[in-house]
């Protein structure tokens, strides 16, 4: 057993309202620059949706992630060493601009500097890269509250595989049609394809807490890790000719901050801890054979801070004591291990993604009383969990591999959850029926009410810091954790040409060319 800490992060989707906010903070921090334009470490995608980048999902056309060979080894889906030396500068597996989107802003110098006249000035879409006139086909979030749905939802990966392999036909009518929110960043997964992918050796996996990063120095910009990662969540600045990805905000993580994606979260749906596995056995966990496997392999990876000979062999291999500590307070452990509620994003990429998520059911609420029954009762939100207009088939799909028995069992959880707590509230006498059927206690339910509903702050956030030696100099680096620094990769300047401003990446600071007229020359 050799025991490794990984930083871990799990999304309540059931709490998300899709406001972007952690998006727009995370695009001002750290692409607030020249050359990656269209980049967005964090995305909110609607589903069903295509995703960004465009039907990112399908990995029989991008390749990314693992595949199995013939005698049940590990390869990456992106072929062999000889075929990917041999695409090196003509990859035909990387998404093309188009298939991210073409990042516009708007021409306000129309506005502030058209002459008086009989007709309205207007600000025509410009391309944020070239700064020619352009038209706006797609964007980061076009499937956003289903605004595509009646032309795009069927080209949703996740929907086409439903129809094509198991006959399900989803219905995109008015009244038959559903979504929610999915939040993504890097899943800095136990077993990055993107690393294995990488020739020059830059993309990694640091060692004190499971963080994958790219050394700016080392990278060639060969791009063969925007292939390899199935979540393309890799991107290349076209700038600087190197990739970058998501940081997990580590300048701020190092000093027990929360990444600025989970600080600034109006639905305060994140929650980030230590998780403890067994090295040794990731790419055993990633090699089974059967995909529905993959995700209790993967949890079975996790080891008990509280099992002293887990304490025990951590503190050999290194870890300091107030990292074993914060695994015992962890709360993505509890809802990942204890109560078995947060599910990884599609495990059949076998990269043992990190981010993971507990499934939406508000929609089971509000569809069970808008039927006239108690939409609260556990005895109706029982039957109707597989009667919701998100099928659990499709949830499965995105979080177990097809399997929707770990499926319905959290959404289960958390209807009895709702039932029990409802009725403490109420002071009445709780039934403990659905409790049993669940596989929860009284104390379970009550703790994991508390987890998800009333958590405060540092019980969401359990990140110890990198060391308490060091604390004063990264207290400095959190405060300034975008690339855009002095020598950095982002080699500051301008994030477009002259006389136009990007308001998505404008640092906020200062009166920027072509925003506002100029009065200062006393016109």
């Known amino acids: 057993m050799r025991v490794m800490a990984q930083l871990a992060m799990v999304m309540n989707l059931d709490k998300c309202i899709g406001c972007h906010t952690c998006s727009v903070t995370c695009k001002q921090t750290w692409t607030n620059r020249g050359g990656v334009e269209y980049v967005w470490f964090n995305n909110v995608e609607t589903r069903p949706g295509q995703g960004y980048p ?16 013939r005698k049940g080894r590990l390869r990456l889906r992106g072929g062999s060493r000889l075929r990917r030396l041999a695409s090196l500068f003509a990859n035909p597996d990387m998404p093309e601009l188009d298939d991210y989107y073409q990042p516009w802003t708007y021409d306000y110098r129309n506005l502030t500097d058209a002459p008086l006249g009989d007709d309205t000035p207007v600000a025509r879409p410009t391309s944020a890269i070239t700064g020619a006139p352009t038209d706006v086909r797609w964007g980061p979030n ?13 080209a949703d990966p996740v929907v086409a595989k439903l129809r094509d ?69 890799v991107y290349f600045n076209h700038r600087t000719g190197k990739a970058e990805k998501c940081t997990f905000c580590y300048p701020r993580v190092e000093v027990g901050q929360p990444t600025i994606c989970s600080e600034t979260c109006v639905g305060r749906l994140r929650y980030i801890g230590v998780l403890l596995y ?81 499934p939406p059911l508000s929609p089971v609420v509000d569809a069970v009383a808008g039927t006239g029954f108690d939409g609260e009762d556990a005895g109706n939100l029982f039957g109707a969990i597989d009667a919701l207009r998100i099928p659990v088939e499709y949830l499965a799909e995105l979080f177990t591999a097809g399997d929707a028995g770990p499926v319905r069992a959290s ?15 109420l002071g009445e006498q709780p039934d403990a029926a659905p409790l049993d059927a669940a596989g929860l206690t009284t104390e379970e339910v009550r703790s994991m009410y508390r987890l998800l509903a009333l958590a405060k702050y540092d019980e969401r956030y359990v990140i110890p810091s990198a ?29 477009l040409k002259s006389g136009r401003t990007d308001l998505f990446v404008w640092s906020g600071r200062g009166r920027p060319d072509g925003l506002f007229p100029d009065t200062r020359a006393g016109s």
């Open 54 to 69: 465009r039907r990112y999902e399908d990995q029989e056309h991008w390749r990314g992630g693992w595949e199995l060979d």
């Open 411 to 425: 959404l289960r959880k958390l209807a009895v959850m709702r039932s029990f707590m409802r009725s403490v509230n």
């Open 142 to 154: 076009w499937d956003d509250d289903l605004g595509g749905m009646p032309e795009h939802a069927d």
């Open 467 to 495: 060391g308490i030696g060091d604390a004063h100099e990264l207290e400095s680096i959190a405060t300034t954790c975008s690339l855009d620094t002095d020598g950095g990769p982002g080699m500051g300047g301008p994030p």
């Open 165 to 233: 392999e198991l006959g399900l036909k989803l219905k995109f009518e008015f009244e038959q049609s559903f979504m929610f929110y999915l939040p993504r960043i890097c899943e800095h997964c136990l077993n990055p394809s993107c690393v294995a992918s990488c020739p020059s050796g830059a993309m990694y996996k640091r060692v004190e807490d499971g963080i994958v990063l790219v050394d700016q120095e080392q990278c060639r910009g060969w791009r063969m890790c925007v292939s390899g990662c199935p979540y393309k969540k």
């Open 278 to 358: 067994d090295a040794d056995r990731v790419s055993e966990a990633a090699a089974v054979t059967d995909d529905h496997a993959l995700y209790p392999a993967q949890r079975d990876l996790f080891l008990d801070p509280d099992d002293p000979a887990v304490a025990a062999e951590a503190e050999r291999a290194g870890i300091p004591h107030d990292w074993i500590e914060a695994a015992r307070r962890s709360p993505v452990r509890d809802l990942i291990c204890t109560y078995q509620v947060a599910l990884p994003l599609h495990p059949e990429y076998r990269t043992m993604p990190m981010v993971w998520y507990i």
